[in-house]
């Protein structure tokens, strides 16, 4: 199953749907998105739905909690993310998520047109590895199961990078 983010806005208000299975390799082009978001004059709110999110990835919801943090520092107000799945809803709340978004399940109908931003497969071993540290690290700071949960990848892939590092100057 293959997934997709797609992104849409009117009048400062952003509509950022996940589709199928997001993972990983759609998270370099979601975090630029997101930055050029919040750094539009004309910005004003985001709406994420996850309603038809089939499978979304820890890198992928890293991701998401660092375009919650950008908004409430920004704005003073957390987003508003639409869920409709149990499963997901589970994760979401277990991982902290109800402190950093508005979650509800479903929302009036709004027309937006959406544009699906690029997959981006080719991602460098380095640059994939920094992103998934990166998103991790976030996760981490958000309560203590989630610090328990990624501190060993964390360290793993921090220390792979070290050893890379070192190697390369060898």
């Given at each position: 199953m293959t997934g997709s983010i797609n992104v849409?806005?009117?009048?400062?208000?952003h509509i950022i749907r996940f589709e199928g299975d997001v993972r990983v390799g759609l998270c370099n082009a979601f975090d630029n998105y997101c930055q050029s978001m919040l750094g539009d004059v004309n910005f004003c709110a985001v709406i994420v739905d996850l309603t038809a999110t089939k499978v979304i990835?820890?890198?992928a919801l890293g991701s998401l909690a660092k375009l919650s943090l950008g908004v409430k520092a920004?704005?003073?107000?957390?987003?508003?993310?639409?869920?409709n799945s149990p499963n997901i809803q589970r994760i979401l709340q277990n991982m902290g998520f109800d402190d950093v978004f508005a979650i509800v399940s479903d929302v009036e109908n709004c027309a937006f047109e959406l544009q699906t931003l690029p997959a981006l497969s080719d991602l460098a071993v380095d640059g994939t590895r920094d992103k998934v540290i990166e998103a991790h690290r976030l996760l981490m700071s958000m309560n203590d199961a989630n610090k328990?949960?990624?501190?060993?990848?964390?360290?793993?892939l921090e220390l792979e990078a070290m050893e890379q590092t070192r190697s390369s100057w060898d």
């Open positions: 849409g806005d009117s009048d400062g208000t990835d820890s890198t920004l704005k003073g107000h957390v987003p508003t993310l639409i869920c328990t949960a990624f501190k060993q990848l964390v360290d793993a």
